[in-house]
C-alpha cells in the first residue's frame, strides 16, 4: 500500500534504533512532507489532524515514533486505536535491520543505543520484544540489512512520490557579473552574448519584465538557438539529477547588470521547467540594482 495505490497524507514511521527511520523521514521531508521527530504517543492523534487540514504543498505528515519515548512510549497502543476510532487513516512504516547489521552501525556510528545497558546486542533485542505489537500493526515492513542509504531513498520516493519529479526543486536566479556570481548556484550560464536592450535609450531604464525588452531578447535568432539547446540540455540532465537523488537544482543566469538579458531569459526558462512539470523557483537577484549602481546591463 502507498502513494501509487491511494493518496497517502499521514504516515508513522517507526521500528528499531539504527534501521534507518532518521533517513526516511529525511527523504519524506525532501518530497513534501511535514516530518517531526520522536513526538510522544499521546500527541499522535493531534498530530495526525494536521493532515487533514494541510496548508498548500504539503503532500502530507509523518512522525518518527520510537523507543527513545522512555515510558511516554508504552502509550502508543491506546493513542493508535483511539485514532482509529476516530477514522483518521494513516500508516505506518516498520523499520528493521538483522542484529548483525544493526551491532556493526552502532559501533561504526559510536552512537549509545536508547535502552543500552552494557551490551548492544541485549538492547537491540530487548527493542524487539517491546516492538512485536507495533510491528504486527505495519502497513510497510523494510528491512535495511542489505539497502544502501540511496536505495532506501529510492524505496521511499517510489512508494510516496506521485513522480519522479514530485518534490524536485529548480530554482532559476538570474543575476549581474558586476554584483558577483552567486554562491549557492550549481550551474552558471553566461548569456552576455545575446542582444543588450541597454543601449536602446527607450528600454535602458527598462528591465527584464517589461515587454518591449521581453520581445527584443527573445525575438533575436541568437536567443532562441540559445534557449533550444539550452532546454534540450536541462531535459536530459534533471532526470538524471532525480535519479542520483539529487533534490534540487540552483541554475544562475547572468548578463552584466542583471537588469534586462538575465531576467528574461530566467524568467522565460522558469516557465519551461513549470510546463516540464518541476516544482520551480525564480528569482531575479540583481534586477532593481541598476538604479543605485548606474550600470551597463
Not at 1 to 16: F, N, S
Not at 46 to 65: I, N, P, W, Y
Not at 228 to 238: A, G, S, V
Amino acid at each position: 500500500m502507498g502513494k501509487k495505490d491511494h493518496p497517502v497524507q499521514m504516515l508513522i514511521i517507526t521500528g528499531l534504533s539504527g534501521a534507518g527511520k532518521t533517513q526516511v523521514a529525511n527523504c519524506l521531508e525532501d518530497i513534501g512532507y511535514y516530518c517531526v521527530d520522536n513526538l510522544p504517543p499521546v500527541l499522535i492523534r493531534k498530530f495526525l489532524e494536521l493532515g487533514l487540514h494541510s496548508q498548500k504543498g504539503v503532500k502530507g505528515v509523518a512522525l518518527v515514533l520510537d523507543v527513545r519515548g522512555g515510558d511516554f512510549f508504552l502509550d502508543i497502543t491506546r493513542s493508535l486505536n483511539e485514532v482509529q476510532k476516530e477514522k483518521i487513516q494513516f500508516e505506518i512504516i516498520f523499520m528493521e535491520a538483522s542484529d548483525d547489521v544493526l551491532v556493526t552501525r552502532f559501533k561504526e556510528s559510536r552512537r549509545r543505543h536508547p535502552l543500552y545497558k552494557g551490551s548492544v546486542l541485549e538492547a537491540i533485542q530487548s527493542e524487539r520484544n517491546m516492538l512485536v505489537e507495533l510491528r504486527s500493526r505495519a502497513h510497510i515492513i523494510i528491512d535495511t540489512s542489505k539497502l544502501s542509504v540511496r536505495k532506501l531513498n529510492e524505496k521511499i520516493k517510489d512508494l510516496y512520490s506521485v513522480s519522479q519529479a514530485d518534490g524536485f526543486i529548480v530554482n532559476i536566479i538570474s543575476f549581474g557579473y558586476k554584483f558577483g556570481i552567486p554562491m549557492d548556484a550549481d550551474i552558471v550560464i553566461d548569456v552576455r552574448f545575446l542582444p543588450n536592450p541597454f543601449y536602446d535609450p527607450k528600454m535602458k531604464p527598462m528591465t527584464g519584465e517589461d515587454r518591449e525588452v521581453i520581445e527584443y531578447v527573445l525575438g533575436s535568432h541568437t536567443t532562441q538557438t540559445f534557449l533550444r539547446y539550452f532546454l534540450d540540455l536541462f531535459e536530459f540532465l534533471i532526470p538524471s539529477y532525480i535519479k542520483e537523488g539529487k533534490t534540487y537544482l540552483s541554475i544562475a543566469v547572468g548578463c552584466t547588470g542583471g537588469q534586462h538579458r538575465s531576467v528574461v531569459i530566467a524568467r522565460y526558462c522558469g516557465d519551461e521547467f513549470k510546463k516540464m512539470g518541476y516544482n520551480t523557483i525564480i528569482r531575479h537577484r540583481d534586477v532593481l540594482k541598476h538604479a543605485a549602481k548606474n550600470g551597463e546591463d
